[in-house]
């Protein structure tokens, strides 16, 4: 996609007969007013595929997904199944990153879960999550940016509803910020808390050096805010811009376009964009959401992204929303040395999946990977299309939905204490948190993310724990590679001076 503010950079009549046309309008209006469910239909996106969608809901096949009605907009349904009584009675194997939950729950292996554990975690979260009986309760600590909140509690009620009564009784802390906020180092030997225990808490992403619980983010439901849909709608428009443009007559450099102003790292990343001087085959494109929502985010469509032959991965503050978008498009993507994971990117392998760039030599690294990639186009290409397989094959959102279910269910197991619901909680459902919504981009990814009707089959079935061994010769893999590329880039620059 072009970016215009790059620095370099005779009519048909119906012969009706008037009464026919009347009738007809009559029962637009008529459909059109009486229906709640027409109400989350923006008529500027009022297409054939919107209409079938809404016909559907309207239709109630299967039941209408929310019972809403002046009187009624804060009592949740109450005759939604709460039995799981799947027609299939198979299951199909997990993708390979769910044996990463054993990981990410080892520190409670030994200790279990205590109250004192998860209330000690109550300063650094935003919201407390207690389910008793298949019922979701939340405590609010504080305002989270935006509406990731909502959408990550609206997601775990979606997830009540696929698996009625397979969630089991828990009680748990979320933090919905971008920083790690439990850090290794307080909790080793030598730490001011080297005899407690960490508190477990759920966030988006994790690192290295922390005990963070790696959880999928809100925007798999939507983010409202910059107009992006729930991630199955989304990750269709991206697969249908993908076929727009072949992989071979896409722009043969490297793209980047995002908020440059959020760290060091993209600040330093828009130094390796083409000036009259130098061209280190990347085009970085800065973006002014602000900007951007007066023009209703027609220059950020995320299918209209894949039309370059790389894509560049760089962190944010710290992991960033924008990587599986980045990945499912194709193009061979550039990960840019990252620090933080979420949880579903730990089994990608460089070379395979991405190619990997370092933060010390970034400018010299992409013009090597386009260099490569365009005097070895069906390996670059190879690279992309593997990296977009894995998306569409690991992270369809019946898998989120089964990692969201096998993660609790192994917390769960580890609590040593009976969870309460706080006076102060909230019984939370999908009508007391969409029915009273005006109209607008949140009600109606909240419509168009519900589930309908709990899954007819089983969620798939959990890998067992990596053995030690596996473990680091996955990780001493991923290691090697990476040298290997970056050797390659270095004796490259070399030759070149």
């Known amino acids: 996609m072009v970016d215009k503010a790059h620095n370099t950079n005779g009519c048909s009549h119906s012969f009706l007969?008037?009464?026919?046309?009347?009738?007809?309008?009559?029962?637009f209006l008529f459909l059109f007013l009486t229906s709640h469910y027409f109400l989350e239909t923006d008529l500027s996106k009022f297409t054939s595929s919107t209409i079938l969608k809404t016909i559907t809901i309207f239709n109630g096949k299967p039941e209408p997904p929310l019972h809403c009605s002046n009187e009624?907009?804060?009592?949740?349904?109450?005759?939604?199944?709460?039995?799981?009584?799947?027609?299939?009675?198979?299951?199909?194997?997990?993708?390979?990153?769910?044996?990463?939950?054993?990981?990410?729950?080892?520190?409670?292996?030994?200790?279990?879960?205590?109250?004192?554990?998860?209330?000690?975690?109550?300063?650094?979260?935003?919201?407390?999550?207690?389910?008793?009986?298949?019922?979701?309760?939340?405590?609010?600590?504080?305002?989270?940016?935006?509406?990731?909140?909502?959408?990550?509690?609206?997601?775990?009620?979606?997830?009540?509803?696929?698996?009625?009564?397979?969630?089991?009784?828990?009680?748990?802390?979320?933090?919905?910020?971008?920083?790690?906020v439990v850090e290794k180092g307080l909790y080793y030997a030598g730490g001011p808390l080297a005899n407690v225990s960490p508190p477990p808490i759920f966030h988006y992403c994790g690192n290295n050096d922390s005990f963070d619980i790696v959880f999928p983010d809100w925007t798999f439901w939507g983010w409202a805010e910059l107009h992006i849909s729930p991630w199955e709608s989304?990750?269709?428009?991206?697969?249908?811009?993908?076929?727009?443009?072949?992989?071979?007559?896409?722009?043969?450099?490297?793209?980047?376009?995002?908020?440059?102003?959020?760290?060091?790292?993209?600040k330093n990343l828009c130094k390796c964009n083409v000036t009259d001087k130098k061209d280190w085959n990347a085009r970085i494109y800065s973006v002014q959401w602000l900007d951007e929502r007066e023009k209703n985010f027609q220059d950020t469509k995320l299918g209209d992204q894949c039309t370059y032959r790389y894509k560049i991965y760089a962190e944010g503050a710290t992991w960033s929303v924008?990587?599986?978008?980045?990945?499912?498009?194709?193009?061979?993507?550039?990960?840019?040395?990252?620090?933080?994971?979420?949880?579903?990117?730990?089994?990608?392998?460089?070379?395979?999946h991405y190619w990997p760039i370092s933060t010390t030599n970034m400018c010299e690294d992409i013009k090597f990977a386009v260099d490569w990639g365009n005097s070895h186009q069906d390996k670059a290409q190879q690279i992309g299309k593997r990296g977009s397989d894995y998306i569409i094959d690991n992270l369809k959102m019946k898998y989120v939905y089964d990692y969201m279910l096998h993660l609790l269910k192994e917390y769960a197991k580890l609590q040593r204490f009976k969870p309460r619901i706080p006076e102060r909680a909230k019984e939370m459902c999908p009508e007391r948190m969409a029915c009273s919504l005006r109209n607008g981009p949140r009600k109606?990814?909240?419509?168009?993310?519900?589930?309908?009707?709990?899954?007819?089959?089983?969620?798939?079935?959990?890998?067992?724990?990596?053995?030690?061994q596996a473990l680091q010769h996955l990780l001493h893999q991923k290691d090697n590679l990476i040298d290997k590329v970056r050797l390659r880039s270095l004796n490259d620059a070399a030759k070149k001076q």
């Open 234 to 266: 989304t990750l269709q428009s991206i697969q249908e811009g993908n076929k727009r443009v072949k992989w071979k007559d896409r722009v043969p450099y490297a793209f980047w376009k995002g908020n440059p102003t959020v760290s060091l790292l993209r």
């Open 17 to 27: 007969p008037i009464m026919t046309r009347w009738l007809f309008l009559f029962a």
């Open 322 to 352: 924008s990587e599986k978008y980045i990945i499912a498009c194709d193009s061979m993507t550039m990960f840019i040395e990252p620090q933080y994971f979420d949880f579903f990117t730990r089994n990608m392998v460089p070379l395979q």
């Open 72 to 180: 009624s907009s804060s009592i949740c349904n109450s005759n939604y199944p709460d039995k799981f009584e799947p027609n299939d009675r198979t299951s199909t194997s997990c993708p390979e990153y769910f044996r990463w939950i054993h990981e990410d729950l080892k520190p409670w292996e030994k200790t279990g879960i205590t109250r004192d554990m998860v209330d000690r975690g109550q300063n650094v979260s935003h919201f407390r999550l207690v389910i008793v009986n298949g019922k979701a309760y939340i405590e609010k600590y504080k305002k989270s940016f935006q509406t990731r909140d909502v959408f990550t509690i609206w997601g775990i009620l979606q997830l009540l509803r696929l698996y009625p009564g397979q969630v089991p009784d828990l009680e748990l802390m979320f933090q919905c910020g971008d920083k790690t």
């Open 444 to 468: 109606r990814y909240m419509y168009e993310s519900i589930v309908k009707s709990p899954s007819s089959t089983l969620p798939c079935s959990m890998p067992p724990p990596y053995e030690p």
